[in-house]
């Protein structure tokens, strides 16, 4: 059954860091792009980032440029989400969903196949 799991959120302080992760079973990611998306209370759902299926190209949401970097291990059919310099605006539940393309080109939402359940990640003091 294709199933993509994350962990590793929680709550830090403001310019803290976290380091998300995206692992999936039931299939292997090597030929698709994944993408990290958030959604804070009363919000819709936005993109954060997204990889190849390669790791190769990456693309990312203005707000998260320069602190945010994803990143993937097909070996262990993981994708990971590092995010560094935390601000209270970063606080939302966390979703990766594979992306039925091997790029990130375009709207990816409307590409995904799967979502995982979704991890917290609260930016608070």
């Known amino acids: 059954q294709l199933q993509l799991v994350e962990s590793g959120g929680g709550l830090v302080q403001p310019g803290g860091s976290l380091r998300l992760s995206c692992a999936a079973s039931g299939f292997t990611l090597d030929n698709y792009a994944i993408g990290w998306f958030r959604q804070a209370a009363g919000k819709e759902r936005e993109g954060v980032s997204c990889?190849?299926?390669?790791?190769?190209?990456?693309n990312y949401a203005d707000s998260v440029k320069g602190r945010f970097t994803i990143s993937r291990d097909n070996a262990k059919n993981t994708v990971y989400l590092q995010m560094n310099s935390l601000k209270p605006e970063d606080t939302g539940i966390y979703y990766c969903?594979?992306?039925?393309?091997?790029?990130?080109?375009?709207?990816?939402?409307?590409?995904?196949?799967?979502w995982g359940q979704g991890t917290q990640v609260t930016v608070s003091s």
């Open positions: 990889i190849s299926s390669s790791g190769g190209p990456t």
């Open positions: 969903a594979l992306i039925i393309a091997r790029y990130c080109i375009g709207d990816v939402r409307n590409w995904v196949g799967s």
